[in-house]
């Protein structure tokens, strides 16, 4: 019997459905099992209506378990098929690490499954085993172990159709390169442009948006309208959102559909003008805009840039397609170091260190994982636990800021960096920029976050019009953020919440979820590109040329 347990499968279901998961079993004979342990007082009818796709079948989870109601303590068993699609699909993606997900389709690597067990898992149904060898053109039904079978997007089941990454586009208009521009520019503006893009019902509850040709609901209304971006919440929102829209296949909209989107969810700024919070939201926008002050320091001289690289040690932060947050954020943040101590005055005060490459770069496409990071504190620590690893940090960069304000160093010009790699739904492409929103901020408050928040935000702008003209790509709708925003709640990185160094901000380089992401994070070029771009911003922000208006 083979057993494969996965943990990040097991947190994330945790939190979804309430039950706790144990395991994932693949037998011998190619059944796949989800074990999960019921908390107290949960029922058969109660696990029917959380995970599986018809929710009568519970009693079918009764005869196989034999157990008259779930107990507490004692794992229920529950096979594969009759597990909802959302819950099939997650569990396939992490069962099967290595299958690479494109717009196209999903190309699996088999583990010792046969072709009617590939396309019952992926398609449900087995029957489409035929397809399978076709499309490969193969030229038997058998199959060998790590073989590489694609599977057609037409044929997967839908729920596992939006993990695919929407078609790159390839045909460029000259329409399209001035379109594209227009977008570019409003990813880093906040102000709407465009006047008023939504309509609403007219008991005003749901928003109206007419989709455009090409657009996905995943990308062009989830994350647009309403911030979202986890994976999960990505997908249930979308779902929601083409159940309440009557739409059955979300991948076959035509163009035109209104969309309806339940009113709390939609970020402020597309709320009517009349509504509180949309008011709340300009007035916040508009003395964010009033307080920002240029800080002029020519060549750095007098600048003080503690840099952070998120993650390290044995704690790899996310991983996606076998590609380490921890290794390739390290590399930016080396490139970024050597860029400013080669060629400015800056005070570069690094957070953490390779313990054995140090600061040197390593000039490679694809680069050796490694886990001898270690933080700069006294005396240095292995990085190991996340949470500790993110403490430690703050309360570093803490010591270090006060340090320097005792010494008379101007707070405005210590800036604080942190580098990371994020996994959002893999529609969504390019770096997002963390600054702290005042309202989410812990360490330092009232006045003194405002003019964190408004400095930080000008940073970024900065950074970020520096990757647009380098043709780095950012997270299309609201590339600046000053809050992470799930469905039920918003918050800040902790890096940044208990941070006492007014201007700061946590880059977000790429999403590693997004294979196109991914592969240009695979090429040096790529990144010594990404590291000059927060170089040059950082310089830009500084510079007696810089824009004196937030903008
Ligand atoms: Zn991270």
New binding site residues.
């Given amino acids: 019997m083979a057993k494969i347990g996965f943990f990040s499968l097991f947190i994330f279901l945790t939190v979804l459905y309430s039950f706790e998961i144990k395991k994932v079993e693949l037998t011998d004979s190619f059944e796949i099992f989800l074990y999960v342990y019921p908390f107290e007082g949960e029922s058969y009818i109660k696990l029917g209506e959380g995970l599986l796709r018809n929710k009568d079948d519970w009693k079918k989870i009764k005869g196989l378990n034999k157990l008259p109601y779930p107990m507490k303590g004692i794992a229920l068993k529950i096979p594969f098929d009759l597990l909802k699609g959302e819950v099939k699909a997650k569990i396939l993606k992490e069962f099967y690490k290595n299958d690479k997900y494109e717009y196209n389709g999903i190309y699996h690597t088999c583990k010792r499954e046969t072709l009617w067990h590939i396309a019952l898992w992926f398609t449900g149904d087995g029957k489409n085993y035929k397809k399978l060898k076709e499309a490969n053109n193969l030229l038997s039904y058998e199959i060998e172990e790590n073989q590489e079978i694609f599977i057609p997007m037409e044929l997967l089941f839908s729920e596992l159709k939006s993990y695919l990454p929407e078609k790159p586009k390839v045909v460029v208009t000259k329409e399209m390169v001035q379109e594209q521009k227009v977008k570019e520019e409003t990813k880093i503006n906040d102000i709407q442009k465009e006047g008023e893009i939504l309509e609403f019902t007219e008991d005003k509850n749901f928003a109206i948006y007419k989709l455009k040709k090409g657009e996905a609901l995943y990308s062009a209304v989830v994350v647009r309208f309403t911030g979202i971006d986890e994976v999960q919440e990505v997908i249930n929102l979308a779902m929601e959102i083409a159940r309440i829209s009557g739409i059955e296949d979300v991948t076959k909209i035509p163009a035109n559909s209104p969309i309806k989107i339940p009113r709390e969810y939609l970020l402020p700024k597309y709320l009517p003008l009349d509504d509180p919070k949309r008011q709340e939201w300009e007035n916040k926008e508009k003395l964010i805009q009033e307080t920002y002050k240029p800080v002029y320091a020519p060549e750095l001289k007098g600048v003080y840039i503690i840099l952070d690289a998120?993650?390290g040690g044995s704690d790899t932060?996310?991983i996606s397609g076998g590609v380490w947050?921890s290794t390739y954020?390290y590399d930016i943040y080396n490139r970024l170091y050597n860029l400013l101590k080669e060629k400015t005055e800056a005070e570069v005060i690094p957070l953490v260190q390779d313990r054995k490459a140090k600061f040197k770069v390593i000039e490679r496409d694809k680069l050796p994982q490694h886990r001898s990071h270690i933080i700069l504190t006294e005396p240095p620590e292995k990085l190991s636990d996340a949470q500790r690893g993110v403490n430690l940090r703050w309360k570093l960069s803490n010591k270090i800021y006060t340090n320097l304000i005792n010494k008379g160093i101007e707070k405005s010009k210590i800036v604080f960096i942190s580098i990371?790699?994020?996994a959002l739904h893999p529609s969504i492409r390019g770096a997002t920029f963390y600054i702290p929103g005042a309202n989410y901020m812990k360490a330092i408050t009232g006045k003194e976050a405002i003019e964190g928040e408004s400095q930080s935000k000008k940073l970024s702008k900065e950074i970020a019009k520096v990757f647009l003209n380098k043709n780095i790509s950012l997270h299309p709708y609201e590339a600046i953020r000053e809050k992470i925003i799930r469905y039920k709640n918003s918050w800040l990185p902790a890096v940044l919440k208990m941070n006492l160094i007014p201007t700061k901000v946590l880059i977000?380089i790429v999403n590693l979820n997004n294979a196109e992401d991914r592969k240009a994070l695979e090429i040096k070029e790529f990144r010594k590109n990404l590291a000059e771009g927060i170089f040059e911003g950082i310089v830009s922000y500084f510079h007696k040329n810089n824009n004196k208006k937030l903008e």
């Fill in positions: 998120g993650h932060g996310a947050e954020t990371h790699a994020d977000e």
